[in-house]
């Protein structure tokens, strides 16, 4: 069972997409097909993109100010966040996870209910100034050793084609997050709606928008995004994995 929880949706004035040539120019509002989002955009051979759980005795993050005041402990800054996969009741992670204190669990490849097992799923990773998305299958047929990895699902682009299963007269509407990467590897685009949105919605605004070759969902209802240049630190119910981005 998924934790959930409704997010209130938040209008927000529209911006272009770019890849920020300097350091904390990285998030900004885009409105695609009158639907307002948040887009944070990163370089994987520049900033310092990682995945985070838990902190070792002192137990898991939970929450973005836990995780930004252990980094602030450490003379580092968190300077945007966002959750980071599907978690169960007890926070643990649906599937693969590799954060900063290690490996749990195991990529998941079991047929089951919700959206995590809307086939393809997918696992994100960083490796070696490099990011990638994968499907689950071909993420373990590639044998990977990524510094960070966190898998979720479904797909939402594959190989620039939207996932098939994804309905374009879909009428399920909720807040969602995810993450695109480019052909390349370089750029890394992180979206959040900022209202109630349809899967289909929300894989062509990756597909049609940001343009890249694959995307992956990563939660919707418990979406939240920390980006503090945006005046944006939002609160809710406990999470599982936080993706974040951190400056020294």
């Excluded at 973005?64 to 966040?81: K, M, Q, S």
């Excluded at 990977?144 to 509407?173: C, F, K, W």
């Excluded at 909720?174 to 685009?189: E, I, L, P, Y």
Aim: charged share 25%.
């Amino acid at each position: 069972m998924f934790i959930a929880l409704l997010a209130a949706a938040v209008a927000l004035p529209a911006c272009d997409v770019a890849l920020p040539e300097e350091s904390g120019d990285y998030c900004r509002s885009v409105t695609f097909r009158s639907l307002p989002y948040t887009v944070c955009t990163f370089r994987a051979d520049r900033d310092d993109i990682r995945l985070f759980y838990a902190d070792g005795e002192a137990g898991q993050y939970l929450q973005f100010n836990t995780l930004a005041d252990t980094l602030e402990a450490r003379g580092e800054t968190l300077v945007f966040a966002m959750n980071g996969g599907m978690y169960h009741e007890d926070r643990q992670p649906v599937g693969y996870l590799r954060a900063e204190d290690g490996d749990r669990a195991s990529v998941n490849t079991n047929e089951g209910p919700g959206n995590f097992h809307m086939k393809p799923n997918g696992v994100f990773w960083l490796e070696d100034g490099r990011a990638g998305i994968s499907v689950s299958e071909a993420y373990l047929e590639d044998d990977r050793d990524p510094e960070y990895a966190t898998q979720s699902g479904p797909m939402l682009v594959i190989d620039g084609e939207i996932h098939p299963a994804l309905n374009p007269d879909g009428t399920s509407r909720k807040r969602r997050n995810g993450v695109g990467v480019s052909a390349d590897g370089r750029t890394v685009h992180f979206a959040i709606s900022d209202t109630l949105v349809t899967f289909h919605d929300f894989a062509s605004l990756f597909r049609e928008r940001l343009e890249v070759p694959d995307a992956l969902f990563l939660d919707g209802q418990v979406s939240r995004i920390y980006a503090p240049a945006m005046s944006r630190d939002e609160q809710g119910a406990d999470m599982g994995p936080i993706v974040g981005v951190v400056e020294r």
